[in-house]
C-alpha cells in the first residue's frame, strides 16, 4: 500500500505545487532560524572552549583586590615547570594632546612573558617589553582617536609621561565583561610604579597567570592552590570554568534567541495548515473520486502525509543551510560583544534537531487539513454541489493533540520546562488574541456603512471571503509584528533607563581616589569651573573577614555562599564603606531602624542593602568585622536597606554609624552634574590639577552600555525577521488560496462596468485593512510583552514610547498592500470572457 | 434466472436539503442478472443516479438492503467498501471525474496501482488503446475532448476487469454522434467480458439498446419488465 501512496503522493503534488511551495517556504524560514540561532550558540560555547585559555591568561588565574598574601605566593612559588606571569590592571585617567583633553582608560602592567597564551598583536609588530621599554605605552586606536593623539606623541598617566610606541589590535585576555570603560592602555610595571596610581585605596587589580605544562591538570593545581591559599579574597580559576558571566550571558542570549527562532517556525506552522488546508480543499473532487475507485482513506491520508514530510524533509535542509549561511551577518552584529574570532561550528546533532522540528511541526499542522480527508464522502463524486458544511466534520477536538504536540516541541526547544511553558502560555495567548482580532475585523466589517462607494464595500465584504484567510493574514502577520514591535520597544525602555539625560538626579561625573590633603583644592577647582560645589563623600576600603565572629576563610565562603560564584562575590569583593549619622535620601529600610546617636557611641552599627544580606546571610542583629588596613572593625547590623540603584547616585552596600572608621585612612569620592558642554572642560581641569583623581564620565559609560544593547537588538532582531518572512509567504500563500475568487469577483465587476482602478481600489482596501489589523493587534500584543519582560524578566521601569507601535502599523500596512499587488496585480489584467466561459 | 448480480430489497433514501427530509428512493427492489444490461431510466430528481451511488456503496441508504455479487453492500465498514469497489465494480460518470493532475495513463492506472497490480502503467496502457486512445495517453484531461476523456473514464473503470459496471448519464455532457460511439464501447466491453451493465440515462434510443429498462419515479420503480 505505501508503495502506491509514494506513487500517488509523487503525482499528486503536481497539482499542489503552489501550496508545497508556501509548505516548503514556512519550513524553510522556520528551520532557518532555529539553526541560525543553534549554530551562533555552538559557535559561541566552540570558540570559548578553543579560546578558554587565551580569555582567562593561563592555564591557572589568581586574582585579587590586594597584592596577593604571602602565602599565595609561596603556592605559587612550588609549583613544577610552571610559567608564571604577574599583571596589574587599574582604571585611570590619562591626559594629552595639544588640548591636554583627559580619557578615562584601562591601564594594564604586565610583566615579562605575557601573554602565555593567544596572540597580543601590536602595530608596530614587536615584542611587548621593547615598545614598553623607557616609559613606552601601546594603546588603543580609540584613545587615540579621542584624544587626538598619533603614534609618538606623549601621553601623561598619573605622575608619569609616556611614549606611544605603538597601538594594540587585539588583546588575548582583554576581560570578558561586555563593557569596557575606557580604552585600554599598556604601559611597564616600573611606569605603574612611577605613575604615583598605587596608593592606599586604589583599585588595582592584581592577576598572577600560571601556564602549567602539558601533562598537569588545571582543575588539580586550582584545587591544590585553593587548599593552600585561605584568604578567599584571592579568586582561584582554571581554565575550563573561566568566564561564567561571559558564558552565562551567551547562553542566556542563545536561549531567548531559540524562542524567538521558534516563534517564526510556529508562525510557519500557520502556514504549513493553511497551504495543506487549501491544498486538500482543492482534492475534494479527486479524493471523491479515488474513494470511489476504491482507494482506502489510510492508503489517501499517507500519500499527503509522505508528500508533505517530503517537502518539509526538503525544506528543513535548504533552512538549515540559510541558517548557517546568515552566520556572518550575527557574528558581525555581535562583533562587539565577542572579544575573538567566532568560530562557525554547526553541530550534526543541533541541525538534526532543527529539522526534525521542522517536520514535527508540518505534521501537526498538517493534521486537521488531513482529518478532513477522511471526512469526504465517496457519494460527493454524485453530488458535488453540497456543501462542505453538511459533510465536514467538526474540527475543534482534532486540535487538541495538535497543540500538545507544539508544546511538547516547544518545550524541547526551550530546554527548560519554566522558560518553555512561559513561551507556550505567551505563544497561546497571543494567538487567541490575534485570532479574536481578526474575527472582530470580520464582525465589524459586516456592520460598518457601505454607503462609502463600491471599492470601499467590496474591500470590506472581501474581509469575510470564504476560506477564512483574513484570520490567518493578520495572525501570522500579527505574530512577526508583535516581536519586531516588542524588541524595539524594550530597546527604548533600556536605552531610556540608561539615557542619562533621564536621571535629573545623576552625576555627570564620579571622582575617585581624592586624597585627604586635595579635598579642599578639589571642591574650589570644581566650583570655579562648574560653577557648582561638589558633593564629597569620605570612603574607606575594608573587606569582609567575619560573619557572626566565623572567619571567612576558603571553605567557609564556599559553604555559606548560595547562589553560586555571584554569590561569592559578595563575600570576597572590596567593600567601600561610608559613615553617616542618617540614611541617605532614596534609601528605604526595609527592616530594623538606623541607629540613634548613643548607640552609635556605644560601638560600630551597620546598614546592610537588602541585595548583599540576602547573599551574604545577614539580618537585624548580625555581627559583621571588617578588615580596614590591618584593623579588624567589628560593627552590629541594625538595619536593612533598599537602594535604587537606577538612581545613579553614590550608593553603598554597607554604611557604618559616624566614628566607627575614626583613624581610617579615607579618600573622598565626589560627584557633580553640570552641563553636557561644560563636562570636557571640568574632566580636563581636575586630571591636570590632580592626576591621580580618575574621573568616571557617566554619559559616556552609559553610551557604552547603550552600544552593547543596540549590538544586541540587532542580533534579536536579524532572528525576528525570519519571523516576518514566514508571516508574508502565509499572507502570499492566503492570497494565491483566494486567488480563482478574486480573479472571478474582479471579472465579474469589469464585465458590469467597473475600471480596472476600482477593483484595484477595492483590493487596496481588502489588503490595507488586513496590514491595519495585523499591525494593530501585533503592536498591542508587543505592547503587553514588552511590559511584562520589561517588569519580570529585566526588571527596568516601564516606559512607553508609541512611536515604534506607530511605525509598526504603518510599516505593517504597507508591506501588506505591497505584498498583496505584487500577488494579485496579475488578476487586473485579465480578459473577462474566457474567465467567464471557464465558469 | 441466472445468477444475481445485484439484489435490491425495499430501498429508503432519505436526505435532509434546507431544514426538510426529502425522500429520494421511496421502498426500490429489484434483481439484476449477471452479465445483464439494464437501463435505469426516470425524469431528473426521480432518484436514478442515487440508487446507482447506494449500489456502488458511495453512501449508506436510510432502509433497505443491497446485495452485489452476494456481497451485503449495506453490512460494510469504510475499508471494506473501498476494497468491495475496487474489486466488484467500475464506475463511469457523467461529468468523467478524472484526476486534473494525472494524465490519460496515470489515471487509468490508478485502480490498478490501488490493486497492487504489477507493471500498472503498462497496463493502463493497453486498456486505453482498447479504448482507441493510445495515441493520447500521456496528455492531461485538459487537453482531451469531452469523448476522449469519457473513454479515459471507462478505460479506468474496466482497469481491473470487474464483474460489474455502473455508469451514470455516461452520454450526458456528450453530442449524440460522441455518445453513439461511447455507448457501442460500453456493450462491446460488456459483451467481451460478459460483464454486467447497469446504465442511467434519459435517452431513450440508448435505454432501448440495453436488455432491459427500469423506470423510476418518485423515488418507486415503476415498472421492471423486459424491454
New interface residues.
Given amino acids: 500500500?505505501n508503495r502506491?501512496a509514494m506513487?500517488?503522493a509523487w503525482?499528486?503534488a503536481?497539482?499542489?505545487r503552489r501550496h508545497l511551495a508556501a509548505v516548503f517556504a514556512c519550513v524553510a524560514l522556520g528551520v532557518g532560524a532555529l539553526v541560525a540561532v543553534g549554530t551562533l550558540g555552538a559557535g559561541l560555547a566552540a570558540t570559548l572552549a578553543r579560546e578558554a585559555k587565551a580569555l582567562l591568561g593561563g592555564d591557572v588565574e589568581l586574582r585579587a583586590a590586594r597584592p596577593l598574601p604571602a602565602e599565595a605566593d609561596a603556592a605559587v612559588a612550588e609549583l613544577a615547570a610552571a610559567r608564571v606571569v604577574r599583571v596589574r590592571e587599574l582604571v585611570g585617567m590619562a591626559r594629552g594632546g595639544a588640548r591636554g583633553d583627559s580619557l578615562l582608560v584601562e591601564l594594564k602592567a604586565p610583566g615579562p612573558g605575557y601573554p602565555l597564551y593567544g596572540r597580543l598583536a601590536t602595530a608596530p609588530a614587536a615584542p611587548l617589553a621593547s615598545l614598553l621599554a623607557d616609559d613606552g605605552a601601546v594603546v588603543q586606536r580609540e584613545l587615540l582617536d579621542r584624544l587626538g593623539l598619533a603614534v609618538g606623541d606623549r601621553l601623561v598617566v598619573g605622575a608619569v609621561t609616556l611614549t606611544i610606541r605603538g597601538v594594540v589590535e587585539a588583546e588575548p585576555d582583554r576581560t570578558a565583561s561586555l563593557v569596557t570603560l575606557g580604552p585600554r592602555v599598556f604601559v611597564s610595571p616600573e611606569a605603574l610604579d612611577h605613575s604615583g596610581l598605587i596608593t592606599l585605596g586604589s583599585r588595582v587589580r592584581y592577576r598572577v597567570l600560571v601556564g602549567l605544562p602539558p601533562e598537569a591538570g588545571a582543575g588539580e593545581i586550582r584545587a591544590s592552590l585553593a587548599r593552600a591559599v585561605t584568604d578567599p579574597g584571592v579568586r582561584i580559576a582554571a581554565y575550563d570554568e573561566a568566564q561564567p558571566g561571559l558564558r552565562r550571558f551567551f547562553t542566556q542570549l542563545t536561549s531567548y534567541l531559540g524562542l524567538v527562532g521558534l516563534a517564526s517556525l510556529l508562525v510557519g506552522g500557520i502556514g504549513v495548515a493553511a497551504s495543506v488546508s487549501a491544498f486538500v480543499a482543492r482534492q475534494v473532487?479527486?479524493i471523491?473520486?479515488?474513494?470511489?475507485?476504491?482507494?482506502?482513506?489510510?492508503?489517501l491520508i499517507v500519500t499527503y502525509v509522505i508528500q508533505t514530510q517530503v517537502v518539509a524533509l526538503g525544506a528543513g535542509l535548504v533552512g538549515a543551510a540559510l541558517g548557517v549561511a546568515i552566520q556572518p551577518l550575527l557574528g558581525a552584529a555581535l562583533a562587539g560583544l565577542v572579544p575573538f574570532a567566532l568560530e562557525l561550528h554547526p553541530e550534526p546533532w543541533m541541525l538534526a534537531r532543527a529539522i526534525v522540528m521542522g517536520l514535527g511541526v508540518t505534521l501537526l499542522c498538517t493534521w486537521a487539513p488531513l482529518a478532513s480527508v477522511r471526512a469526504v464522502?465517496?457519494?460527493l463524486?454524485?453530488r458535488m454541489d453540497v456543501e462542505p458544511a453538511v459533510w465536514r466534520p467538526r474540527a475543534r477536538w482534532t486540535l487538541v493533540p495538535v497543540a500538545l504536540g507544539l508544546a511538547a516541541l516547544a518545550l524541547w526547544q526551550a530546554g527548560s520546562l519554566k522558560t518553555g511553558a512561559i513561551f507556550v502560555g505567551a505563544t497561546a495567548a497571543a494567538l487567541l488574541g490575534l485570532l479574536g482580532l481578526a474575527r472582530g475585523l470580520a464582525l465589524v466589517a459586516r456592520r460598518l456603512p457601505r454607503r462609502r462607494g463600491l471599492a470601499w464595500r467590496h474591500g470590506l465584504t472581501a474581509l469575510q471571503r470564504p476560506g477564512g484567510h483574513a484570520p490567518r493574514v493578520v495572525v501570522a502577520l500579527g505574530m512577526a509584528v508583535m516581536l519586531l514591535v516588542a524588541i524595539a520597544l524594550l530597546q527604548g525602555v533600556l536605552g531610556r533607563q540608561i539615557d542619562h539625560e533621564q536621571h535629573r538626579q545623576a552625576p555627570s561625573f564620579f571622582f575617585l581616589d581624592v586624597q585627604p590633603d586635595q579635598r579642599e583644592p578639589f571642591a574650589r577647582l570644581v566650583e570655579r569651573t562648574a560653577g557648582i560645589p561638589p558633593v564629597l563623600t569620605p570612603v574607606v576600603r575594608g573587606r569582609l573577614v567575619a560573619i557572626d565572629g566565623e572567619r571567612l576563610t576558603r571553605a567557609v565562603v564556599d559553604r555559606r555562599k548560595a547562589r553560586g560564584e555571584e554569590g561569592a562575590w559578595y563575600f570576597t569583593r572590596e567593600y567601600v564603606l561610608t559613615w553617616t549619622d542618617a540614611p541617605p535620601a532614596g534609601n528605604v529600610l526595609t527592616h530594623g531602624r538606623w541607629w540613634t546617636a548613643a548607640e552609635a557611641a556605644a560601638g560600630p552599627r551597620a546598614s546592610v542593602e537588602e541585595a548583599a544580606a540576602r547573599h551574604l546571610g545577614v539580618d537585624v542583629g548580625s555581627r559583621m568585622t571588617f578588615d580596614v588596613q590591618g584593623v579588624a572593625v567589628e560593627t552590629e547590623v541594625t538595619s536593612i536597606r533598599r537602594v535604587d540603584w537606577q538612581s545613579l547616585t553614590t550608593n553603598f552596600f554597607v554604611i557604618l554609624s559616624a566614628g566607627a572608621l575614626d583613624g581610617a585612612p579615607a579618600t573622598w569620592v565626589a560627584t557633580a552634574r553640570v552641563p553636557p558642554s561644560a563636562e570636557a572642560a571640568l574632566q580636563n581641569a581636575v586630571v591636570a590639577a590632580f592626576p591621580n583623581v580618575t574621573a568616571v564620565p557617566v554619559r559616556d559609560v552609559l553610551e557604552r552600555v547603550g552600544a552593547v544593547l543596540s549590538d544586541i537588538a540587532v542580533a534579536v532582531r536579524l532572528v525576528a525577521l525570519f519571523t516576518l518572512g514566514t508571516g508574508l509567504v502565509v499572507m502570499i500563500g492566503a492570497l494565491a488560496a483566494t486567488r480563482s475568487q478574486r480573479l472571478y469577483e474582479s471579472v465579474v465587476l469589469r464585465t458590469l462596468g467597473a475600471t480596472r482602478s476600482v477593483v484595484a481600489r477595492a483590493f487596496a482596501v481588502e489588503y490595507g485593512l488586513l496590514g491595519a489589523a495585523a499591525g494593530a493587534g501585533g503592536g498591542l500584543l508587543a505592547t503587553v510583552l514588552a511590559w511584562v519582560v520589561a517588569r519580570w524578566v529585566l526588571e527596568a521601569p516601564w516606559t512607553f514610547d508609541a512611536a515604534p507601535v506607530v511605525v509598526g502599523v504603518g510599516a505593517t500596512v504597507a508591506l501588506a498592500l505591497a505584498v498583496g499587488f505584487l500577488t494579485t496585480f496579475r488578476l487586473l489584467g485579465q480578459k473577462p470572457l474566457p474567465v467567464l466561459r471557464r465558469d | 434466472m441466472a445468477l444475481v448480480m445485484i439484489r435490491v430489497r425495499d430501498l429508503v433514501m432519505r436526505l435532509a436539503s434546507g431544514g426538510r427530509t426529502v425522500t429520494i428512493l421511496d421502498g426500490v427492489s429489484l434483481d439484476v442478472a449477471a452479465g445483464e444490461v439494464v437501463a435505469v431510466m426516470g425524469p431528473s430528481g426521480s432518484g436514478k443516479s442515487t440508487l446507482l451511488g447506494l449500489i456502488a456503496g458511495l453512501d449508506t441508504p436510510s432502509a433497505g438492503s443491497i446485495t452485489v455479487g452476494g456481497i451485503e453492500v449495506t453490512g460494510l465498514g469504510e475499508t471494506a467498501l473501498a476494497r468491495f469497489r475496487r474489486r466488484t465494480l467500475g464506475f463511469v460518470f457523467q461529468s468523467y471525474h478524472l484526476i486534473p493532475t494525472l494524465t490519460a495513463v496515470e489515471n487509468v492506472a490508478v485502480p490498478l496501482e490501488l490493486a497492487g497490480a504489477s507493471r500498472p502503467l503498462a497496463a493502463a496502457r493497453s486498456r486505453l488503446a482498447e479504448v482507441g486512445l493510445a495515441e493520447r495517453a500521456d496528455h492531461y484531461p485538459a487537453q482531451l475532448s469531452g469523448g476522449e476523456q469519457q473513454r479515459v473514464a471507462i478505460a479506468r473503470a474496466v482497469a481491473l476487469a470487474p464483474p460489474l459496471l455502473l455508469a451514470d448519464e455516461p452520454t450526458g455532457n456528450l453530442d449524440s454522434a460522441t455518445g453513439a460511439q461511447i455507448v457501442d464501447l460500453l456493450l462491446g466491453l460488456n459483451r467481451e467480458r460478459g460483464s454486467t451493465l447497469v446504465l442511467v440515462t434519459h435517452d431513450v434510443t440508448l435505454a432501448s439498446r440495453a436488455g432491459r429498462a427500469i423506470a423510476l419515479r418518485d423515488g418507486r420503480v415503476v415498472n421492471g419488465q423486459a424491454a
Avoid at chain 1, 288 to 299: D, F, N, P
Fill in positions: 500500500m502506491v506513487r500517488l503525482r499528486q503536481r497539482g499542489g473532487p479527486t471523491a473520486a479515488l474513494k470511489a475507485l476504491g482507494a482506502e482513506t489510510r492508503t464522502p465517496a457519494w463524486i454524485l
